[in-house]
């Protein structure tokens, strides 16, 4: 269980993140969602160990990470651009960080891993020759052979297009469930947090605006930013597809 | 419009590069009697201040040259050189008048004390001298140099400023006074020790090694005999001394060039002028009388004064260089 | 692509024709008179400069010391620019740092070594602070010292170029793998900077080999190539054809270092995207690199302070009465004040036809569809290449018989095309990547090409043409290889004044016109700055 308490940040005098109390359970993907500037990036920032906070504590199984450094907190993150390392193929991106802990995963563990992200054909496939979705899967498969204790999930669809989208959805929900693995996810997408997750952190202007699964939210909006920002353009949404396809099949 | 306005100013820029013109600015300067000359500092202030006194300020341009580079371009450019008038070593201009034919005879009297060829005529006269830093020798706890043998000994090493021969006429003067005295043979052996003490203190000017002696970065030299008494008047720790050897002079002259244009008329009404007038000056820098009715006070009066006992040439200051450089 | 209209054929021409006149037919001289001897053509004359030992002796030198000067700069410059990228040195400080190091490039080379000289030597400032000297500053050390302080702004902004387009964020990829150091280090930044380095090496070796200031002011005994080119050019024997084949022999290593660059092109990265990030938290890292940045700036700036100190002291360092009269000397002589003009003339001439024949080089190039545009390419390759004292010599060579001999317009073009090289890429840069269509939606709101040109492109480009404003203006200020062998009595600029007053040892006019120099170039770059900075506010 990851237990935020009282997280707060300020850069130059500006407040990015204010009293942030936060529990996850083991297992569960989480969204955080906001706009552009709410904080949410700077949040997996310091749960991540990069950003130092002001004020507050990080909890990880009942173990105060406050003070211990990115290094050896053992969570690990997959970029936006996922960061792959360009002078080498996919597969010695995967491997990249088992020579560094060797022993750590079996060479049986590592092809299940590949299996799964089915990566076997791309494997000696330098990465500018991958696709969009194949680099989010090699970059998946390098952080998950780390064995983190917590994935976090930077934008993981933003750079995708539609159909590889909702496929790498599905897998980031499987792994969750296969490797009984946490998940982070930051996103500015309704749809994607609603449809992704467990529970949604909205953030607006350093604050949390609502924490809650995806029912409540639909159902039990707290307050008007949710009700505008996040709701309404699901409901726009919604009104297209429908008009498109006509209300039987709603 | 605009499209013709951004036109022409391509077309401008272009044909500005191509017709040459390059802002034309040089134009305007275009009427002035260009002077090449090798000349010291003090030379050049004397020969601006007759000059401006006559009334040519503003029509001529000084441009001072290292005696090798302003040879170089005399016998590589003839009378296509930039310049109306030079003034330079004698024996520059008696080899380049041999190989180009490219002065003109000055055509005016000039009472010098010794026969001078028709095309040029002396300014001055430079006298070679051992100086050094009283101050310096007194720290290092050195005897004072009596020769230009005794640079040569180890004691000095690092320690000694000379011209070099191969940009510097001043630094020839130092050749004949060793090559004169000892001979080739010998004179080899105290010239490779001399230059061995230099080190890196070999000067391209004849004025350089002064200026290292003065500023302390040595504490002996070798050079130009009336600088150094200037300075020691100046009331600097410098003393100065005329060596066993002798002190031995360069002559530089002033000449025409024959352009055959309203130029060259100019140029010889100046260089009357400095021979009439900048001599007055000119003696008080370099204390060597050379015209009718010149006197120098005592200080100035080298003691020991030689010449070399064959005529200078370029072809000598060649074969004076390549001894210098075997000593190396 | 836009269609090739008859107005830029007339462009196109033109321009081709002036690096005909001016690039290719020198070129072509210079290497026809490398091999012409008394009985026609023959490789004899590289033959008696190859068997001369003097000139063997320098060539070995020149490549001894520009090695170790490039290996040193490349280090050196590495440290600085990661120290500004990838550190959380105190911003202001980085500023400083980053302004710092870029000083040398305001002054002319050859007053670097009067500075040292005047810092270094038996009497000089640093020596007097620290009771006795540290070395022997003429020959190797001086020079050595010289070319690094030369060498190290140009090395520097090549190596933070590429240091800004590397992803930060491979280093928390890294960290997060649980790299050690040193495997992190190499992986996230020096396999991605492999090409700036390599390139940053070239550099420095080819601008100290070819330099020849530094050498005329403190080469002491220890000859090398350029100061030998100089003496059999402009020596006591001038030999034209030797001084040919010497600078052939000096091109020689600028196309080996240009090939190099290539192949080092290979190992750049091209990331897809980068981004900011927060750097790790790393005290001792910041402190150790933050000192020795500081210490590189300050013993450079502290080698060029007697030259603001010395001009103002009556006669430095015996005489220490405050005195202005060696500024008033020079401003009251016509002579030294004539030369300033003169290299104001040369510089603004230089800058306004350069920016003109760059930027429309750089037009034709990107946004035409005009045949034969990659000549422009090949050219800016050639210049690249060509060190100045090469391309000098080679004019003088070319022109000596003719009316351009001894004119401002042959310097001017000089230096136009000896920096060619960086202005066109500038406006290449930033002309490649405006929208490609604006000529074509200019044309259907019925516009002519000149007309969106100057209406469109000129107007979006204007930063970078206020860029190449004050590089060719500030590299007209201080260059003297490209133009000691073109100047005369009539043209004679600061920098090659300031060899003339070498000969005389008058150190204090030769710092003072520096200086003047240095204020002129500062304030045209800080306008420049202020005037760029403007325009990005503008379009944002």
Same mark, same amino acid.
């Given at each position: 269980?990851?237990?935020?308490?009282?997280?707060?940040?300020?850069?130059?005098?500006?407040?990015?993140?204010?009293?942030?109390?936060?529990?996850?359970?083991?297992?569960?993907?989480?969204?955080?969602?906001g706009?552009s500037?709410s904080g949410?990036?700077?949040?997996?920032?310091?749960?991540?160990?990069?950003?130092?906070?002001?004020?507050?504590r990080?909890?990880?199984?009942?173990?105060?990470?406050?003070?211990?450094?990115?290094?050896?907190?053992?969570?690990?993150?997959?970029?936006?651009?996922?960061?792959?390392?360009p002078?080498?193929?996919?597969?010695?991106?995967?491997?990249?960080?088992?020579?560094?802990?060797?022993?750590?995963?079996?060479?049986?563990?590592?092809?299940?891993y590949?299996?799964?992200?089915e990566?076997?054909?791309h494997?000696?496939?330098?990465?500018?020759?991958?696709?969009?979705?194949?680099?989010?899967?090699?970059?998946?498969?390098r952080?998950?052979?780390?064995?983190p204790?917590i994935?976090?999930?930077?934008e993981?669809?933003?750079a995708?297009?539609?159909?590889?989208k909702?496929?790498?959805?599905?897998?980031i929900?499987?792994?969750?469930?296969?490797?009984?693995?946490?998940?982070?996810?930051?996103?500015?997408?309704?749809?994607?947090?609603?449809?992704?997750?467990d529970?949604?952190?909205?953030?607006?202007?350093g604050?949390?605006?609502?924490?809650?699964?995806?029912?409540?939210?639909?159902?039990?909006?707290?307050?008007?930013?949710?009700?505008?920002?996040?709701?309404?353009?699901l409901?726009?949404?919604?009104?297209?597809?429908?008009?498109l396809?006509?209300?039987?099949?709603? | 419009?605009?499209?013709?306005?951004?036109?022409?100013?391509l077309?401008?820029?272009?044909?500005?590069?191509?017709?040459?013109?390059?802002?034309?600015?040089?134009?305007?300067?275009?009427?002035?009697?260009?002077?090449?000359? &090798?000349?010291?500092?003090?030379?050049?202030?004397?020969m601006?201040?007759?000059?401006?006194?006559?009334?040519?300020?503003?029509?001529?341009?000084?441009?001072?040259?290292?005696?090798?580079?302003?040879?170089?371009?005399?016998?590589?450019?003839?009378?296509?050189?930039?310049?109306?008038?030079?003034?330079?070593?004698?024996?520059?201009?008696e080899?380049?008048?041999?190989?180009?034919?490219?002065?003109?005879?000055?055509?005016?009297?000039?009472h010098?004390?010794?026969?001078?060829?028709?095309f040029?005529?002396?300014?001055?006269?430079?006298?070679?001298?051992?100086?050094? &830093?009283?101050?310096m020798?007194e720290?290092?706890?050195?005897?004072?140099?009596?020769?230009?043998?005794?640079?040569?000994?180890?004691?000095?090493?690092?320690?000694?400023?000379?011209?070099?021969?191969m940009?510097?006429?001043?630094g020839?003067?130092?050749?004949q006074?060793?090559?004169?005295?000892?001979?080739?043979?010998?004179?080899?052996?105290?010239?490779?020790?001399?230059?061995?003490?230099?080190?890196?203190?070999?000067?391209?000017?004849?004025?350089?090694?002064?200026?290292k002696?003065?500023?302390?970065?040595?504490?002996?030299g070798?050079?130009?005999?009336?600088?150094?008494?200037?300075?020691?008047?100046?009331?600097?720790p410098?003393?100065?001394?005329?060596?066993?050897?002798?002190?031995?002079?360069?002559?530089?002259?002033?000449a025409?060039?024959?352009k055959?244009?309203?130029?060259?008329?100019?140029?010889?009404e100046?260089?009357?002028?400095?021979?009439?007038?900048?001599?007055?000056?000119?003696?008080?820098?370099?204390?060597?009388?050379?015209?009718?009715?010149?006197?120098v006070?005592?200080?100035?009066?080298?003691?020991? &004064?030689?010449?070399?006992?064959?005529?200078?040439?370029?072809?000598?200051?060649?074969k004076?260089?390549?001894?210098?450089?075997?000593?190396? | 692509?836009?269609?090739?209209?008859?107005?830029?054929?007339?462009i196109?021409?033109?321009?081709l024709?002036? /690096?005909?006149?001016?690039?290719?037919?020198?070129?072509?001289?210079?290497?026809?008179?490398?091999?012409?001897?008394?009985?026609?053509?023959?490789l004899?004359?590289?033959?008696?400069?190859?068997?001369?030992?003097?000139?063997?002796?320098?060539?070995? =030198?020149?490549?001894?010391?520009?090695?170790?000067?490039?290996?040193?700069?490349?280090?050196?410059? /590495?440290?600085?620019?990661?120290?500004?990228?990838?550190?959380?040195?105190?911003?202001?400080?980085?500023?400083?740092?980053?302004m710092?190091?870029?000083?040398?490039?305001?002054?002319?080379?050859?007053?670097?070594?009067?500075?040292?000289?005047?810092?270094?030597?038996?009497?000089?400032?640093?020596?007097?602070?620290?009771?006795?000297?540290?070395?022997?500053?003429?020959?190797?050390?001086?020079?050595?010292m010289?070319?690094?302080?030369?060498?190290?702004?140009?090395?520097?902004?090549?190596?933070?170029?590429?240091?800004m387009?590397?992803?930060?964020?491979?280093?928390?990829?890294?960290?997060?793998?649980?790299?050690?150091?040193?495997?992190?280090?190499?992986?996230?930044?020096?396999?991605?900077? !492999?090409?700036?380095?390599?390139?940053?090496?070239?550099?420095?070796?080819?601008?100290?080999?070819?330099?020849?200031?530094?050498?005329?002011s403190?080469?002491?005994?220890?000859?090398?190539?350029?100061?030998?080119?100089?003496?059999?050019?402009?020596?006591?024997?001038?030999n034209?054809?030797?001084?040919?084949?010497?600078?052939?022999?000096?091109?020689?290593?600028?196309?080996?270092?240009?090939?190099? !660059?290539?192949?080092?092109?290979?190992?750049?990265?091209?990331?897809?995207?980068?981004?900011?990030?927060?750097?790790?938290?790393?005290?001792?890292?910041d402190i150790?690199?933050?000192?020795?940045?500081i210490?590189?700036?300050?013993?450079?700036?502290s080698?060029?302070?007697?030259?603001?100190?010395?001009p103002?002291?009556?006669?430095?360092?015996?005489?220490?009465?405050?005195?202005?009269?060696?500024?008033?000397?020079?401003?009251?002589?016509?002579?030294?004040?004539?030369?300033?003009?003169?290299?104001l003339?040369?510089a /603004?001439?230089?800058?306004?036809?350069?920016?003109?024949?760059?930027?429309?080089?750089?037009i034709?190039?990107?946004?035409?569809?005009?045949?034969?545009?990659?000549?422009?390419?090949?050219?800016?390759?050639?210049?690249?290449?060509?060190?100045?004292?090469?391309?000098?010599?080679?004019?003088?060579?070319?022109?000596?018989?003719?009316?351009?001999?001894?004119?401002?317009?042959?310097i001017?073009v000089?230096?136009?095309?000896?920096?060619?090289?960086?202005?066109?890429?500038?406006?290449?840069?930033?002309?490649?990547?405006?929208?490609?269509?604006?000529?074509?939606?200019?044309?259907?709101?019925?516009?002519?090409?000149?007309?969106?040109?100057?209406?469109?492109i000129?107007? =979006?480009?204007?930063?970078?043409?206020?860029?190449?404003?004050?590089?060719?203006?500030?590299?007209?200020?201080?260059?003297?290889?490209?133009?000691?062998?073109?100047?005369?009595?009539?043209?004679?600029?600061?920098?090659?004044?300031?060899?003339?007053?070498?000969?005389?040892?008058k150190? =204090?006019?030769?710092f003072?016109?520096?200086?003047?120099?240095?204020?002129?170039?500062?304030?045209?770059?800080?306008?420049?700055?202020?005037?760029?900075?403007?325009?990005?506010?503008?379009?944002?």
């Amino acid at each position: 269980m990851l237990k935020l308490e009282n997280i707060s940040k300020q850069y130059h005098s500006k407040v990015v993140l204010e009293n942030i109390n936060l529990e996850i359970e083991s297992g569960e993907i989480v969204s955080l969602l906001g706009q552009s500037g709410s904080g949410k990036t700077t949040l997996l920032n310091i749960i991540l160990g990069l950003t130092k906070m002001d004020n507050g504590r990080i909890l990880f199984n009942d173990q105060d990470l406050t003070n211990v450094k990115m290094k050896d907190r053992g969570f690990n993150i997959v970029f936006q651009d996922y960061a792959l390392f360009p002078h080498l193929t996919a597969y010695e991106n995967i491997i990249y960080g088992l020579k560094n802990k060797r022993g750590s995963v079996s060479e049986a563990e590592l092809q299940e891993y590949i299996d799964f992200l089915e990566l076997k054909p791309h494997l000696q496939k330098k990465i500018g020759e991958l696709s969009g979705g194949q680099k989010q899967r090699v970059a998946l498969a390098r952080t998950l052979v780390m064995k983190p204790k917590i994935l976090l999930l930077d934008e993981p669809l933003s750079a995708l297009d539609g159909v590889i989208k909702e496929s790498i959805k599905e897998r980031i929900k499987s792994i969750a469930k296969e490797f009984q693995l946490t998940t982070i996810i930051v996103t500015h997408d309704p749809e994607e947090a609603l449809t992704l997750s467990d529970k949604i952190l909205i953030i607006d202007q350093g604050n949390i605006s609502q924490f809650g699964t995806p029912q409540e939210i639909i159902h039990h909006p707290k307050n008007e930013f949710v009700k505008e920002f996040i709701l309404k353009q699901l409901q726009i949404k919604r009104q297209n597809i429908f008009q498109l396809f006509g209300e039987q099949y709603a | 419009m605009k499209r013709m306005k951004w036109l022409t100013f391509l077309l401008i820029g272009l044909a500005i590069l191509l017709a040459g013109c390059g802002g034309n600015a040089a134009s305007g300067e275009g009427g002035q009697v260009v002077i090449y000359s &090798n000349g010291d500092e003090e030379a050049i202030k004397a020969m601006e201040q007759s000059l401006n006194g006559a009334g040519y300020e503003g029509k001529y341009i000084i441009q001072s040259l290292g005696t090798s580079e302003l040879g170089g371009k005399l016998m590589a450019e003839g009378s296509k050189i930039e310049a109306d008038l030079v003034t330079m070593s004698s024996y520059f201009l008696e080899s380049a008048q041999q190989q180009h034919s490219m002065f003109r005879d000055l055509g005016f009297q000039t009472h010098s004390l010794e026969e001078y060829p028709a095309f040029y005529s002396p300014v001055l006269a430079n006298t070679g001298a051992l100086f050094f &830093n009283t101050a310096m020798i007194e720290q290092k706890g050195l005897e004072v140099p009596k020769s230009i043998k005794d640079l040569a000994d180890p004691s000095y090493k690092g320690l000694v400023s000379i011209p070099n021969i191969m940009d510097s006429s001043t630094g020839w003067t130092l050749i004949q006074a060793i090559i004169s005295e000892y001979g080739e043979d010998e004179g080899k052996k105290i010239m490779a020790g001399v230059i061995e003490n230099a080190g890196p203190h070999l000067e391209s000017s004849g004025s350089g090694s002064i200026k290292k002696v003065q500023a302390g970065e040595v504490a002996v030299g070798f050079g130009l005999r009336h600088q150094a008494v200037e300075v020691k008047k100046s009331g600097a720790p410098i003393d100065f001394i005329d060596p066993v050897e002798g002190n031995f002079s360069i002559t530089e002259s002033v000449a025409v060039i024959d352009k055959k244009n309203e130029k060259t008329d100019l140029a010889l009404e100046m260089a009357e002028v400095l021979i009439t007038d900048a001599r007055k000056d000119l003696i008080t820098y370099y204390p060597v009388p050379l015209y009718e009715g010149e006197t120098v006070d005592e200080d100035n009066k080298a003691s020991n &004064n030689k010449t070399f006992s064959e005529p200078l040439t370029v072809e000598l200051l060649e074969k004076h260089q390549s001894f210098f450089n075997s000593a190396k | 692509m836009l269609n090739v209209r008859p107005e830029m054929k007339v462009i196109y021409t033109s321009i081709l024709i002036v /690096f005909l006149l001016f690039l290719l037919l020198p070129m072509g001289t210079l290497l026809l008179r490398s091999f012409e001897t008394a009985e026609g053509y023959s490789l004899t004359n590289y033959y008696n400069v190859l068997s001369n030992s003097e000139l063997l002796t320098a060539f070995v =030198n020149s490549i001894k010391i520009s090695g170790l000067t490039a290996i040193i700069t490349t280090i050196l410059a /590495f440290m600085i620019a990661y120290a500004l990228n990838c550190t959380n040195i105190y911003r202001p400080l980085k500023s400083v740092i980053k302004m710092g190091i870029l000083i040398p490039m305001l002054l002319p080379t050859i007053t670097y070594g009067f500075a040292i000289m005047y810092s270094f030597g038996n009497q000089g400032l640093i020596t007097q602070l620290l009771g006795k000297p540290l070395f022997d500053i003429y020959g190797f050390n001086g020079l050595l010292m010289g070319y690094v302080i030369y060498t190290l702004p140009a090395a520097f902004l090549l190596i933070n170029n590429s240091f800004m387009y590397i992803d930060k964020k491979f280093i928390i990829v890294s960290k997060l793998m649980m790299d050690g150091s040193m495997r992190s280090f190499l992986n996230t930044i020096i396999r991605p900077m !492999l090409g700036a380095l390599g390139g940053a090496f070239v550099l420095s070796f080819i601008l100290s080999f070819t330099d020849y200031g530094i050498p005329a002011s403190i080469g002491g005994t220890y000859s090398v190539v350029a100061t030998q080119l100089y003496q059999v050019m402009l020596g006591s024997i001038p030999n034209f054809n030797h001084g040919a084949v010497i600078a052939v022999l000096m091109l020689v290593p600028a196309l080996f270092g240009v090939v190099l !660059l290539n192949y080092l092109e290979r190992f750049n990265f091209h990331y897809d995207k980068f981004s900011q990030i927060e750097m790790v938290e790393n005290k001792i890292r910041d402190i150790i690199l933050g000192f020795i940045s500081i210490i590189v700036l300050m013993g450079m700036l502290s080698i060029f302070l007697v030259m603001f100190i010395a001009p103002f002291l009556t006669s430095f360092p015996y005489d220490l009465t405050v005195t202005m009269q060696h500024f008033i000397n020079v401003f009251t002589s016509n002579d030294l004040t004539a030369v300033y003009k003169n290299s104001l003339i040369v510089a /603004f001439f230089t800058t306004v036809v350069g920016i003109i024949l760059a930027y429309s080089s750089a037009i034709l190039n990107t946004r035409t569809g005009l045949k034969g545009r990659v000549a422009f390419d090949v050219v800016s390759m050639i210049t690249n290449t060509l060190p100045g004292m090469v391309l000098g010599l080679s004019y003088l060579l070319l022109f000596n018989g003719s009316s351009l001999k001894g004119t401002f317009t042959i310097i001017i073009v000089c230096n136009i095309v000896h920096y060619f090289t960086t202005p066109y890429l500038m406006a290449k840069n930033s002309l490649s990547k405006m929208n490609p269509s604006w000529e074509t939606t200019g044309g259907l709101l019925g516009d002519s090409w000149f007309k969106t040109v100057y209406r469109v492109i000129i107007p =979006n480009s204007a930063s970078t043409v206020i860029e190449m404003f004050s590089y060719y203006f500030i590299n007209s200020m201080v260059t003297i290889s490209g133009i000691i062998f073109l100047v005369s009595a009539q043209t004679s600029l600061v920098s090659s004044k300031i060899k003339e007053l070498q000969h005389f040892a008058k150190f =204090n006019e030769i710092f003072v016109l520096s200086l003047l120099i240095f204020f002129t170039n500062l304030i045209v770059k800080l306008i420049c700055d202020y005037l760029q900075k403007k325009q990005s506010v503008k379009n944002f």
